[in-house]
């Protein structure tokens, strides 16, 4: 089983930053299977990224993906008051398809 | 309009069984994966397992197998998610998502969510 860590943990930053996320997988995650996910309180999750860098339909394009392998990377280039919020990354190379555990974006 | 419809919170005694449901619509049901995604209070998201409804070809998380059944039936366009015996510990949202079409490139990545169903198991 593909184990993804996710870091930071918590991110602190204020409207305005750049966030930069990462995703570092124990095996080589193929074809760049590698999906990110935005989840705000109390709301389903919402597809962000998939193939590692294609930002799905409606994701505005301050959300960019990139890596290959075992190191994956979300970076929000500018950040909206709307994304503070917890992202996961998620394997879909390797079956079981695998979560990491999370990064929490919060306003600093 | 694609949407996957769940099933209703629902409060179980830990022995009972459960089955909650995910209705889609809006797409070709049986040419989709259907994955279940559980999240614990408080926790991150959990992939437990898939079913693809159009050859009924199901797979689970070896956390979850043998823990849950996974089922469909494309005639009502439905996929399930079945306990015979809860435990407190089954206490959770449980979501259902749609993936992509079985062997294509992007089979595995989750572009549309159920509301989710809450479940709780109590004494």
């Known amino acids: 089983e593909i184990v993804l860590t996710q870091s930071p943990g918590t991110l602190s930053l204020s409207p305005g930053d750049r966030a930069t996320l990462s995703c570092r997988a124990s095996q080589s995650v193929s074809s760049s299977h590698l999906a990110w996910y935005q989840q705000k309180a109390g709301q389903a999750p919402r597809l962000l990224i998939y193939?590692?860098?294609s930002r799905a339909t409606g994701i505005p394009d301050r959300f960019s993906g990139s890596g290959s392998g075992t190191d994956f990377t979300l970076t929000i280039s500018r950040l909206e008051p709307e994304d503070f919020a917890v992202y996961y990354c998620q394997q879909y190379g390797s079956s079981p398809w695998t979560f990491g555990q999370g990064t929490k974006v919060d306003i600093k | 309009e694609v949407q996957l419809v769940q099933s209703g919170a629902e409060v179980k005694k830990p022995g009972e069984s459960l089955q909650i449901s995910c209705k889609g619509s809006?797409?070709?049901?049986?040419?989709?994966?259907i994955a279940w995604v559980r999240q614990m209070p408080g926790k991150g998201l959990e992939w437990m397992g898939i079913?693809?409804?159009?050859?009924?070809?199901?797979r689970y998380s070896p956390s979850f197998q043998g823990q849950v059944t996974i089922s469909g039936d494309e005639s009502f366009t439905t996929a399930y998610l079945q306990w015979s015996s809860l435990k407190a510990s089954d206490t959770a949202m449980y979501y259902c998502?749609?993936?992509?079409?079985?062997?294509?490139?992007?089979?595995?990545?989750?572009?549309?969510w159920g509301q989710g169903t809450l479940v709780t198991v109590s004494s």
């Open positions: 998502a749609r993936g992509g079409p079985k062997y294509s490139d992007y089979e595995g990545r989750f572009d549309y």
């Open positions: 079913i693809y409804p159009d050859d009924s070809d199901t």
């Open positions: 193939g590692a860098s």
């Open positions: 809006g797409y070709s049901f049986n040419s989709y994966w």
